[in-house]
T-cell receptor, first 115, second 113 residues
Framework: DTGVSQDPRHKITKRGQNVTFRCDPISEHNRLYWYRQTLGQGPEFLTYFQNEAQLEKSRLLSDRFSAERPKGSFSTLEIQRTEQGDSAMYLC?????????????FGPGTRLTVL | GQQLNQSPQSMFIQEGEDVSMNCTSSSIFNTWLWYKQDPGEGPVLLIALYKAGELTSNGRLTAQFGITRKDSFLNISASIPSDVGIYFCAAPLGGGSQGNLIFGKGTKLSVKP
């Protein structure tokens, strides 16, 4: 059973450019979460999917951010017109509901640097 | 809003020492999770707690779900160099079952010089 994978691991971009990150959850996991983590902080929730439906978005997710999970498997997170404040580690996590637990399993993250 | 406060913020360990850290909140939670994060990597789940008063072990790690449901504790016995990293507590936002987690700011474990 492979874990959560994220691509790319690192992304350097110039301010104003668009970037897209991909997350492949653990197979059969129906819930997929996106978090953002800045230096010295714990991860902060951005949004989550139940299969292909996006069920909740944090106020942290500005209009420049959009996430999709078109077939209920992998997910993408796009940031348009990047700003320096978007520099952070973007983490994806997945879990299987119906097991009685809330354990989420994280991927290695995508480190975004906006110049 | 809901907030998790971790203590201490950082600590130095010498191989063989026992380590204790805690996580407190003014809110009540039904679940506590403990994660460890190495530099440049995602958090790795260590222990999950679901019942007040519960004590759960994972090797040299032991975590407890506080009786008040407002706190949790993590102990590491006989620490080894690979225990170095940042330890986060987490709990479900709003206490709900959606699973969106809030995290503390972490306790950073480093090796004593």
């Amino acid at each position: 059973d492979t874990g959560v994978s994220q691509d790319p691991r690192h992304k350097i971009t110039k301010r104003g450019q668009n970037v897209t990150f991909r997350c492949d959850p653990i197979s059969e996991h129906n819930r997929l979460y996106w978090y953002r983590q800045t230096l010295g902080q714990g991860p902060e929730f951005l949004t989550y999917f139940q299969n292909e439906a996006q069920l909740e978005k944090s106020r942290l997710l500005s209009d420049r951010f959009s996430a999709e999970r078109p077939k209920g498997s992998f997910s993408t997170l796009e940031i348009q017109r990047t700003e320096q404040g978007d520099s952070a580690m973007y983490l994806c996590a997945s879990r299987l509901t119906g097991t009685g637990g809330l354990e989420q399993f994280f991927g290695p993250g995508t480190r975004l640097t906006v110049l | 809003g809901q907030q998790l406060n971790q203590s201490p913020q950082s600590m130095f360990i010498q191989e063989g020492e026992d380590v204790s850290m805690n996580c407190t909140s003014s809110s009540i939670f039904n679940t506590w999770l403990w994660y460890k994060q190495d530099p440049g990597e995602g958090p790795v789940l260590l222990i999950a707690l679901y019942k007040a008063g519960e004590l759960t072990s994972n090797g040299r790690l032991t975590a407890q779900f506080g009786i008040t449901r407002k706190d949790s504790f993590l102990n590491i016995s006989a620490s080894i160099p690979s225990d170095v990293g940042i330890y986060f507590c987490a709990a479900p936002l709003g206490g709900g079952s959606q699973g969106n987690l809030i995290f503390g700011k972490g306790t950073k474990l480093s090796v004593k010089p």
